[in-house]
């Protein structure tokens, strides 16, 4: 296991043409009141909520819920969230959940002329490879990424050349340049069969350095990778797991293998976020779970996973809190923030990411 240096990210983003602003129109701000009308439509959709949002808290949620679902309609757009979204935007707005591949393969299948993404700039970016004419906006262009952040694609091409003939796989929590400059990309659901589809002996896997350790485990290839971490992920610690599990030895702990190696070899179970889910739920793992990752994970999961207390050590990740309901209304009334990619960089990084999403069983 090799860790090479980092260095700072050189994003870059284009506005090509009329704004989609300019294309698709504004539409006024409409009366948020909570009204007779909004607490019927909206009354189903905060039995889904009402275990995280206090019935009094309601009506200032409520209005946006209502008016997001009616200009999605008109918009002929789709909100597609991810598992770290909070429980009012996963369950009473979005029309697709999952984790980052989920996310990656739903947005090659939507009709839809425009996709919202709620998550984080780089998965915006991958709708947008995806989907190149398609509208793809996020509610704050601020959501980004400490792994995204962590490399360009100009620390790429050194590695490439200072490593001539081995493959590189990037970690999907990256920038479309990065991508470009990559041979294929991963996530944190199928980087050990990514890494393996490879005849080389050596692979290089970024830049997540816990992601690349974890997966290293896993396989018989020399893994080579770069020191980026997830802000979140990063602050567990063995330690701290222990603790919780000396307390009550039932708990089952279920962790993201951004986490350290040492805090993974105290997990039960370790895999994405939607690995964890299906754990969480159907392999019935007893009264009581840890779930080492981003808190809302759990509070969005906690109704379907009957039977089971979730236990949140409370890591929040700041930038997927950077989308809230008043901003993705603001997005579908104001047509913004538009995620536009350079095509030149976009022909290469959407070869990168449709190898990953058309190996098969990932
Ligand atoms: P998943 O692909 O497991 O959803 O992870 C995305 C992410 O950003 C985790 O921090
Ligand atoms: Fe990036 Fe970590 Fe936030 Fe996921 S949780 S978006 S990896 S900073």
Redesign the pocket.
Known sequence: MTAIRQSTHDDARHVIGASAAERFGVLPMPDLSYTEEVARETAPLYEKVRHHIPAIEWPAHAPYVFWINKLKKERNAVILAHN?QTPEIYHCVADIVGDSLQLAREATMVDEEVIVQC??HFMAETSKLLNPEKTVLIPDMKAG????ESITGADVRLLREANPGVPIVTYV?TSADVKAESDICCTSSNAVRVVESFASDTVLLIPDEFLAQNVARQTSKKILTWKGH????ERFTAEELLAYKQADPAIQIIAHP?CPPSVVDVADYTGSTAGMIEYAKNRQPGAKVLLVT?CSMASNIEQQAKGVTFIKPCNL?P??KRITLPKILDSLLLMREEVLVDPMVAAKARQAVERMVNLKSN
């Open positions: 770290y998550g984080v990424c400490s792994l995204s929590n997830c802000e979140v992920h951004e981003e990740c930038h997927m």
